[in-house]
């Protein structure tokens, strides 16, 4: 990720059976620039109040019933929602979920700097260089989710200095070129609480707050009890030692929580029992099984 000089190449091409080998040596100035590695995910957590007649979204008030997005077991729903054929073939009821046609708007706030209230060592330094790769690396992966269903978005990124950015419709090369280019910062001039307070009288009654963020202090947690207020849902990522790549397959973890994290758990309860939804992510988890873990 970033904005890489090409530099001297060196190609080469071999004759046939390698009785000869032709090479050449090039200098190239060029820039090119690496954009953050995206996830295939499926986000569909904002809350959905703004009405799009005739556009599909998943708002489950205001069904399409003439297109079909999914198909899936039977459990409970109404007997006009089983589709008979597809029961028939699998031998078990399986029900039908159709489009609908609502959409929601969503902040997704994502701080790549040092947390504020621990101990900075060598520990946290190298834990926050590879937080802020995948922190990146998820922030992508949800926009990209999001804009292709032309959702509302404004990204704000907290780092060495603060980026906001919003664009109209399906636009989502233009908020990887920011995310590209972001960094963070272990003394940054600007903390997220600040620029949580700075958001805070923009929030309105219909929209989502996505909070991804390496550890949470004291200072955040009646901030962010605030935006619950305003808003209709917050969902905080917490993920300290970053995720899995969904190519990979899990494998074994001895890893536990730093001592801090331990704490904010503890801390977390008072958030969850206010409507905030905290997810506290381990190396060995996956983006998509994390958010389908959110109501």
Same mark, same amino acid.
């Given at each position: ?58 708002? *489950? ?7 079909? *997005?999914?198909? *899936? ?154 935006? *619950? ?67």
């Amino acid at each position: 990720r970033g904005v890489k000089n090409i530099g001297s190449s060196h190609l080469a091409i071999a004759g046939p059976l390698s009785l000869y080998r032709i090479s050449r040596s090039y200098h190239m100035s060029d820039e090119v620039i690496v954009f953050p590695h995206i996830e295939e995910l499926r986000f569909s957590k904002e809350v959905l109040k703004d009405l799009l007649p005739g556009r599909r979204t998943q708002y *489950r008030m205001l069904e399409d019933t003439t297109s079909i *997005r999914n198909v *899936r077991e039977y459990s409970t729903e109404p007997l006009n929602r089983i589709h008979w054929k597809l029961s028939a073939r699998y031998d078990k009821l399986m029900c039908k979920e159709f489009d609908t046609t609502a959409q929601g708007s969503l902040k997704l706030f994502v701080d790549l700097n040092m947390p504020q209230g621990v101990l900075v060592n060598e520990t946290w330094r190298q834990m926050r260089k590879n937080y802020e790769e995948q922190a990146v690396d998820a922030a992508a992966s949800i926009l990209r989710d999001l804009k292709d269903r032309s959702t509302d978005v404004e990204l704000i990124i907290a780092g060495k200095e603060t980026w906001i950015e919003s664009f109209p419709g399906r636009e989502f090369v233009r908020y990887l070129d920011t995310l590209t280019r972001a960094t963070g910062s272990e003394l940054p001039d600007q903390r997220i609480v600040e620029v949580l307070e700075r958001f805070l009288m923009q929030i309105y009654q219909n929209d989502t707050v996505v909070l991804v963020s390496m550890h949470l202090s004291d200072k955040e947690l009646p901030l962010i009890l605030k935006l *619950r207020s305003r808003c209709s849902k917050v969902i905080i990522l917490l993920m300290p030692y970053g995720f899995r790549p969904a190519v990979y397959r899990p494998s074994r973890s001895y890893s536990m929580p730093h001592p801090e994290a331990a704490r904010l758990l503890e801390k977390s309860e008072l958030l969850v029992e206010n409507g905030v939804i905290v997810q506290f992510m381990l190396e060995n988890d996956a983006l998509q099984e994390v958010l389908d873990l959110v109501p």
